[in-house]
């Protein structure tokens, strides 16, 4: 990167907003290819939940809000508190499992030659909880 920074000229020296502009294009690419040589590429989780997006995670910090509330009142069986939240985790688990199967129709989509025996396995296979 050093290298590649030194042919840029000195800041003082950028007569227009052309050359300022250039001399932008090549600290980006000096940068790029930096990160493309030394930072490695993640290496998601086989465990990950593929299905899980933002949508689910800000529906799940109402759901616990709305728990802990009526965790609060829990001596007061007919406060109103409780039947909301009841409706919201209903909701909540419905989004997950319209996620899930988004998911697996999207992933059925896309299979390929040695992908559907993969597909096959695992409607073949005994039931599990996948999460």
């Given at each position: 990167m050093k290298a590649e920074?030194?042919?840029i000229p000195d800041p003082e020296t950028y007569n227009n907003v052309n050359e300022l502009?250039?001399?932008i294009k090549c600290i980006d690419k000096a940068i790029n290819n930096c990160?493309?040589?030394?930072?490695p590429l993640s290496k998601p989780s086989p465990?990950?939940?593929?299905?899980?997006?933002?949508e689910l995670a800000e529906a799940i910090k109402g759901v616990t809000k709305l728990g802990r509330?009526?965790?609060?009142?829990?001596?007061m069986q007919d406060h109103p508190?409780?039947?909301?939240?009841?409706?919201?985790?209903?909701t909540y688990s419905?989004?997950?499992?319209?996620?899930?199967?988004?998911?697996?129709?999207?992933?059925?989509?896309?299979?390929?030659?040695?992908?559907v025996w993969t597909a096959s396995r695992?409607?073949?296979g005994p039931a599990m909880d996948g999460g």
């Open positions: 920074l030194g042919q502009r250039q001399a990160m493309e040589k030394h930072v465990a990950l939940k593929r299905w899980w997006s933002g509330m009526s965790y609060r009142k829990r001596a508190i409780h039947e909301e939240f009841h409706m919201v985790r209903n419905l989004q997950i499992c319209k996620a899930k199967a988004k998911h697996w129709a999207e992933w059925l989509e896309k299979l390929d030659g040695p992908s695992l409607v073949m």
